[in-house]
């Protein structure tokens, strides 16, 4: 089968031909279909410090992806041949505190699809079958590849209420997008997001953020939103979908008494923050890595299902589709932080 190799522990990616993986009899066997490019993707072509920290190589990196399953190995139940289905990237122990209580996103011995073991850039992948999650039959291939990041973005934007609440969202890339428009579907009043890109600011109002602020020439998003939308006090829930330095700094200062931070974004090294404040103004931060398994999963499942406003809004994030023989165009497009998700497609070569 054809592959997105990652060869040995040194920057770059190339395509080439792999053994097709044999599922064991608990695993099922994929043929890919899409397959949509994570900045996780980016740092293992990159091969940065958390790649080298992180990553087993070598290997077939790829872990948001959609496809039908075309082996079921003994063992495995409710799956069947034919099913178009996506799957949870992280594979977890079973037997740790957190597993057996049910916590499986909490493992401490979770591996990553894509990260420690072979991955979806490829024609094929094996997965264990109860990390597969089967689609509605009629779901489009792109959004399928979509539920793992769309999962990130269901997580963090359900991970303190929002109905009737003010949310300031840092961050318009996809998942920072996605976050958005779950926000909106799930009852919040305003909700605000922040970008240095006027392309992304235009998505954000396009998933029905009430304004984008550029918080490289607009100033302080509580500042414009009390001008624009007439608010009196500061955000009450707050996602922070960037990890740039900056980022959470502001968002500390942007946040009313009492609120509320769902903090996905990643930064790559130490950031200062004013703790007196998150003192005085009683703030929460939760960090979210992942999903709930599997109940961001249904939750998702089910709001796409019910709601052609919020599906329409998610099919709209994927900006840009490539063969997979152009890959590499791909990749660039995808690291030019200026438009939505971009989706490999295994069916071209
Ligand atoms: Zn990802
Ligand atoms: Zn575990």
Request: glycine share 12%; with cysteine; net charge negative.
């Amino acid at each position: 089968m054809r592959a997105l190799y990652k060869l040995d522990a040194a920057p770059g990616l190339i395509m080439t031909e792999r053994p097709v993986p044999v599922p064991t009899e608990d695993e099922v066997l994929i043929r890919v279909l899409r397959t949509g490019i994570c900045g996780t993707d980016l740092h293992i072509r990159r091969w940065d410090d958390w790649a080298a920290s992180a990553v087993t190589a070598p290997l077939v990196p790829g872990h948001e992806f959609f496809g039908e399953v075309v082996e079921v190995g003994a063992a495995v139940r409710d799956v069947a041949v034919g099913d178009r289905v996506s799957g949870e990237g992280h594979i977890v122990c079973g037997t740790c505190r957190n597993c057996r209580a049910g916590r499986r996103q909490m493992c401490n011995r979770t591996k990553g699809l894509g990260v420690q073991r072979d991955g979806a850039f490829a024609e094929y992948l094996t997965l264990p079958g109860a990390n597969v999650w089967v689609h509605h039959a009629d779901v489009d291939p792109e959004v399928g590849a979509l539920f793992d990041p769309l999962g990130n973005a269901v997580h963090t934007a359900l991970a303190f209420p929002v109905v009737g609440e003010d949310v300031l969202v840092t961050g318009c890339g996809p998942i920072g997008l996605m976050a958005i428009a779950v926000a909106r579907h799930a009852g919040a009043r305003f909700v605000v997001g922040t970008d240095v890109s006027a392309n992304r600011l235009a998505m954000a109002s396009a998933m029905g953020a009430d304004l984008g602020v550029d918080v490289g020439t607009d100033g302080d998003p509580i500042r414009v939103a009390q001008e624009r939308l007439g608010m009196r006090e500061g955000f009450d829930v707050g996602f922070e979908m960037s990890g740039a330095p900056r980022a959470l700094p502001a968002m500390v200062d942007n946040m009313n008494h009492g609120g509320r931070v769902a903090m996905l974004g990643l930064p790559t090294g130490e950031i200062a923050v004013d703790w007196g404040k998150v003192v005085t103004h009683m703030l929460t931060v939760k960090g979210i890595y992942g999903r709930e398994m599997f109940e961001t999963w249904q939750t998702m499942s089910s709001m796409l299902q019910t709601s052609a406003v919020l599906r329409d809004r998610i099919a709209s994030i994927v900006s840009g589709r490539f063969a997979a023989g152009d890959w590499e165009a791909a990749f660039a497009a995808a690291a030019s932080a200026d438009g939505g998700k971009v989706v490999i497609d295994w069916t071209e070569i």
